[in-house]
């Protein structure tokens, strides 16, 4: 358990809310360094003992370390002053810079969960603008943790890329489920069993890929030279991969330049 103090801006909302919720759940620390403001001034983690006010500079100023957890369009009018404290941001297409410029934080992060954090599954890259020293960017790592995986970057570039990848979170199993349940309807599948044979592929066999090697067992399959290699071979003859990069370069257009001040 640590002894900083955590404020979240936007703890009540999706992103901020879980992550609020983790850290108690966890005992990341005492749920009285936990500082979360929203319009109203009520929230049902206040009965654990959590911290609510209805300004956020009031936030920042009881607390050491501020994740900003509102949407990137919003940020141009959160007035707080920040000098001397850390800045967490969650926001896409936001540079470290311009949070700092507009905050005068000491350090800004960087980080983009997705929306496996409800469920603990989430994997958060992150990134420190200015130095912070080993204490804070443990809390930082650990901090994530408590909703899933997170792994600190180099490179700012890397997170906006990033955003596009793991920051969709289930957008691409969503939509790789839709198009096998739909095109099995158009081959005449029932839609119940459509959905739940497209179910079980995106959902529950990718859970073999947890302790296996993605390459090798594609490569397997390829060599088995059945039902799955056909399907694995018209994919790759379509381009597919070439497919995801360019929707990935295109998402990752959006978080460098849409946003930026």
Known sequence: MINETLGIIGGTGWLGGSIAKAVITKALLPAGNLVISNRSGNHPLAQHGVFLVTDNQQLV???????????????????????GKTIISLMAGITAQAIAAQT?????????????????????PWYCF???????????????????????????????????LSGTGPAFPALLMTALANQAIVAGIPIEIAQLAAKNVVVNCSQLLANRDAQEMIDALVAYRGVTAAALQEMTHRNFEEQIGKALEEGATVARNGLQS
């Open 61 to 83: 100023d009881r607390s050491d370390l501020v994740i900003i957890a509102v949407r990137p369009e919003h940020f141009a009018s959160l007035n707080i002053n920040a000098t």
């Open 130 to 164: 200015e130095e912070i020293d080993t204490t804070s960017k443990s809390l930082v790592q650990r901090l994530f943790e408590c909703v899933g995986t997170a792994a600190e970057v180099q490179e700012e570039s890397s997170i906006d890329y990033l955003s596009a």
């Open 104 to 124: 005068q934080a000491s350090a800004v992060v960087r980080a983009m969960p997705n929306a496996a954090v409800e469920i603990g599954q989430s994997f958060t």
